[in-house]
């Protein structure tokens, strides 16, 4: 089984500040791993991935990740906020059900940036 | 542009009035899922067809049904709504359903029910 655990329901930074989203993960396989952002009233978009490889992945809008086996960590950052990066951010695990691969989200974190 | 498209926005229905919600891909991604996303919660999976194979999570509610009569559209029935349904209803794609794939999401459908 496979489960996500984002720690802080809220991250508050200034314009400018540096974005640290946590995201901690169990997997009893080799976890494919995913960050999403969701704005107000829309569906989730994905922002990066890791599968295999290198351990820092970068996406979209300046946003990076790595990968930490032994910590079981993804931690979404990015070096300075920007008002536009207000939104919920949900990590997620691949996992199986039914023969498909099925993502697990954890609860989200909601990023509120002030001016 | 490919896309993932949910029908309509907003519903609004009463409690009891059974009502369908609606989602088309232009993607040709063999998986479609539903999802059900209270506010400030992670979206729940109700269920996902991967191609016309269906599969229900446990503890989705009987209440809820799925039909996927092509590649193309996928809806969802809620034959009872109550009002621990209003919600938002996301339905999302990916090609095989493989490991490392990315799922593309709709807009979403918000619900209320009165």
């Known amino acids: 089984a496979q489960s996500v655990t984002q720690l802080g329901s809220h991250v508050s930074v200034s314009e400018g500040a540096l974005v640290l989203l946590r995201c901690n993960y169990s997997?009893?396989?080799?976890?494919?791993l995913f960050w999403y952002v969701q704005y107000p009233n829309q569906g989730l978009q994905l922002l990066l991935k890791?599968?295999?490889?290198?351990?820092l992945v970068k996406g979209i809008n300046g946003f990076e990740a790595e990968f930490k086996k032994s910590e079981t960590s993804f931690h979404l950052t990015k070096p300075s906020a920007h008002m536009s990066d207000a939104a919920e951010y949900f990590c997620?695990?691949?996992?199986?059900?039914?023969?498909?691969?099925?993502?697990?989200f954890g609860r989200g974190t909601s990023l509120i940036v002030h001016p | 542009d490919a896309m993932v498209i949910q029908n309509p926005r907003y519903q609004v229905t009463q409690f009891g009035k059974p009502v369908t919600l609606s989602c088309s891909q232009t993607?040709?991604?063999?998986?479609m899922y539903w999802y059900q996303q209270k506010s400030s919660q992670a979206p729940k999976l109700l269920f996902h067809?991967?191609?016309?194979?269906?599969?229900n999570e446990a503890d989705t509610p009987d209440n809820f049904q799925s039909r996927r009569p092509n590649t193309s559209f996928c809806f969802l029935d809620i034959r009872s709504p109550g009002l621990g349904d209003a919600a938002m209803y996301l339905c999302?794609?990916?090609?095989?359903?493989?490991?490392?794939?990315?799922?593309?999401f709709g807009p979403g459908t918000r619900l209320l029910v009165l």
């Open positions: 997620a695990v691949r996992g199986s059900s039914g023969g498909s691969y099925i993502p697990t």
């Open positions: 890791y599968t295999t490889g290198a351990t």
């Open positions: 999302a794609t990916s090609s095989q359903g493989n490991l490392g794939e990315t799922q593309y």
């Open positions: 067809y991967y191609d016309k194979d269906f599969n």
């Open positions: 993607l040709n991604h063999n998986v």
């Open positions: 997997s009893s396989v080799p976890p494919y």
